[in-house]
């Protein structure tokens, strides 16, 4: 399974935008890109996914580089509710296949 | 829908015991998960199944069985309960149809043994 990489925590502050990177240096190019976030004591919730193309939900918005090697979550005005672990992670969209976690990112959100 | 259901969501047990863990999803997913998350940790997958009748092991297997004999249902049985198993147990289903889609979660399962 292709890695990913995150920084283990980061600070923002409400109402500003937040920028989450990934890095996967070993991609393949049928891997999807999925990013997903974990609110305290709750199951992981589904943020967002892509393949190549900048990808826009109702919940964030998704870069990803040209090269497809790094990512990243954007979070366009962050809220305190914003606070928790965002996963990022690479599902093989050509077979069966399972998803692993890595450590995520600790988002902590000032007032 | 009411997507992906776990009972029981809290449950003791004594070393030894055996239980096993539900869950079931109406989504008509084939894919299946479940995980286990330590206190303060990350998620590490247990096993997996891809449709019903088919299981493969995860990141940490030993100690838990699976079975799937339909699509709407993947139990987890822990075989001999240990205080190492004290973790919450997730469960999630992705669609078999775009595998570009995420995994839908479950509230979880939290399980101390004492």
């Known amino acids: 399974d292709a890695k990913t990489t995150q920084p283990n925590s980061m600070e923002s502050n409400e109402e500003e935008p937040v920028h989450l990177p990934c890095n996967h240096s070993t991609i393949s190019g049928t891997d999807y890109i999925h990013w997903y976030r974990q609110l305290p004591s709750q199951g992981p919730e589904y943020v967002i996914h892509g393949l190549t193309s900048n990808v826009n939900n109702r919940m964030a918005s998704l870069a990803i580089a040209e090269d497809r090697k790094s990512s990243t979550l954007i979070l366009h005005r962050a809220t305190l509710r914003d606070a928790a672990v965002y996963y990022c992670?690479?599902?093989?969209?050509?077979?069966?296949?399972?998803?692993?976690f890595g450590s995520g990112t600790r988002l902590s959100i000032r007032p | 829908n009411a997507g992906v259901t776990q009972t029981p969501k809290f449950q003791v047990l004594k070393t030894g015991q055996s239980m096993t863990l539900q869950c079931a999803q109406d989504?008509?997913?084939?894919?299946m998960s479940w995980y286990r998350q330590d206190p303060g940790m990350g998620l590490r997958l247990i096993h997996y199944s891809v449709g019903a009748g088919i299981t493969d092991q995860g990141e940490v297997p030993n100690g838990y069985n699976v079975s799937r004999s339909t699509t709407e249902d993947f139990p987890l049985r822990l075989l001999s309960a240990a205080p190492s198993q004290t973790s919450v147990y997730f469960c999630a289903s992705s669609s078999h149809l775009d595998r570009a889609y995420g995994y839908t979660f479950g509230s979880g399962t939290r399980l101390t043994v004492v």
């Open positions: 989504m008509n997913h084939e894919y």
């Open positions: 992670i690479l599902r093989d969209g050509s077979s069966a296949s399972k998803i692993i």
